[in-house]
């Protein structure tokens, strides 16, 4: 078999250079929390394939439904002839939404397209035209997610004209000084000088920022959300792509705040590495566009839906909400007590599992220190991790672990973190991490 290097050499020369590359590491085998490169050399999976194996590689329930679906059939179309594991899927998803309101859903194929959606959907409820997101957030990279994405470099530097009527307000970081009051003041900035509520279809926000930076939205913040959306008529789309199935703690992160969603953007850990996105929503606000005006060829892929009804069980059956708790309670622990040690992170946070450490300079909240992030994740890697970055400076590493990752795992984890941050930024002495 080819080596890492060989295939680097060939990806580099016929993979356009758009398309970025973490690691110059080419996977054969993947089990649980576990890879094996193409040489045979073990890697622990920090990163979930960017937060969709919260169940797992390979997780057998998983497997089992898909090779069952995969012996009957593997695609008609939805829209053409439809099966019954579509409809099961919807029917579950719509009793997991948070709130009372009777629920709808429609498939799609990729968080992008279930963004794009989400939007239309707002738009033909409303008859409005304007949405409103917020900095830092990540919605995809498709015209309109990109237009909603409040990250310039690299999604949408080169790339507009982007739809109009999107705008920004700042999201609700204590950390970087922007309180809940701040971000609710700049969003009536927005009504004051860029467009009227009788405007906005729609406010998106993600309830735990995910590329932007693990930032956690205060409940206090969402709620506020929720009641400016009743006041003026606007749709509150929940965006639960990176945050959705059990990542947090709760089935959505959503829960957290209490409040109930209009619309709800899910894909990534919806059907365990399968192709699968979803909007589901209040039934009344899903039906509005006509037959017709939602969908698409490959939408709600049967083997995908096959997935997501074993993720759902997997999730329920081995009480993986608990589990992300369990894990983010080891994870808070160790990783605050390399704080005290390694100045360098400026800070750890977290809900459930979805935790992250800032790294900056002169414990300064204001000097992201994103080499040193960089070279964490290279430094991991060389030791048998896969870590990843985010955040709107690159410099906080997010944690990703899969929920179904044994006790054993994630410590073997969190000390590689700790041994390749002593290494690169602290006191070389100490070994042991607390985990
Ligand atoms: C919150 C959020 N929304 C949307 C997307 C876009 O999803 P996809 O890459 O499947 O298009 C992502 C992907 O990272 C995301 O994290």
């Known amino acids: 078999m080819a080596t890492n290097k060989e295939l680097q050499a060939r990806r580099d020369a016929a993979v356009a250079r758009g398309i970025s590359n973490a690691l110059p590491v080419y996977i054969s085998r993947a089990e649980n929390a576990e890879m094996w490169d193409v040489e045979g050399r073990r890697y622990i999976d920090f990163a979930s394939g960017i937060a969709v194996l919260n169940t797992g590689h390979m997780h057998p329930k998983v497997k089992a439904a898909v090779a069952r679906q995969l012996d009957a059939f593997s695609h008609t179309c939805f829209m053409v002839t439809p099966?019954?594991?579509?409809?099961?899927?919807a029917e579950k998803l719509n009793e997991l939404a948070p709130g009372p309101s009777p629920k709808k859903t429609i498939f799609v194929t990729t968080g992008a397209e279930a963004v794009e959606n989400a939007i239309k959907i707002a738009r033909a409820h409303t008859g409005r035209p304007a949405v409103i997101a917020f900095g830092g957030g990540f919605h995809g990279r498709t015209f309109m997610a990109m237009a909603l994405t409040g990250k310039v470099a690299p999604y949408k530097a080169g790339f507009g004209p982007f739809p109009a009527e999107v705008y920004h307000a700042p999201f609700p970081i204590a950390y970087h000084g922007v309180s809940v009051q701040d971000s609710l003041d700049a969003l009536e900035h927005v009504f004051?000088?860029?467009v009227e509520p009788q405007r906005v279809a729609a406010i998106i926000v993600e309830p735990v920022m995910g590329e932007g930076g693990f930032y956690i939205a205060p409940r206090e913040f969402l709620q506020a959300l929720r009641e400016l959306c009743d006041q003026h008529g606007i749709v509150l789309v929940i965006d639960e792509i990176q945050t959705g199935f059990a990542r947090t703690g709760r089935m959505f992160a959503i829960e957290h705040a209490g409040i109930e969603p209009d619309l709800m953007t899910m894909a990534k850990s919806l059907a365990g590495g399968f192709p699968l996105a979803a909007v589901v929503g209040k039934a009344g606000i899903m039906d509005a566009p006509g037959p017709g005006g939602l969908g698409g060829t490959y939408a709600g892929?049967?083997?995908?839906?096959?997935?997501?009804?074993?993720?759902?069980?997997?999730i329920a059956g081995e009480q993986l909400c608990a589990r992300a708790r369990a894990l983010g309670t080891t994870m808070m622990d160790s990783l605050r007590d390399l704080q005290r040690e390694i100045p360098a992170i400026g800070e750890v946070r977290g809900i459930g599992s979805m935790v992250a450490i800032e790294l900056v300079k002169n414990r300064d909240p204001h000097s992201p220190d994103p080499e040193l992030t960089k070279a964490l994740t290279r430094r991991a890697a060389e030791k048998g991790l896969v870590l990843l970055s985010c955040g709107l400076y690159g410099n906080v590493i997010r944690f990703l672990v899969p929920l179904t990752a044994s006790d054993a795992i994630l410590r073997e984890g969190l000390g590689i973190v700790a041994d390749s941050l002593r290494e690169l930024a602290g006191t070389p002495t100490r070994t042991a991490v607390n985990a």
């Open 301 to 314: 892929s049967p083997i995908a839906c096959a997935a997501g009804l074993a993720v759902l069980e997997a």
């Open 192 to 194: 004051k000088y860029d």
């Open 83 to 89: 099966y019954a594991v579509g409809v099961e899927l």
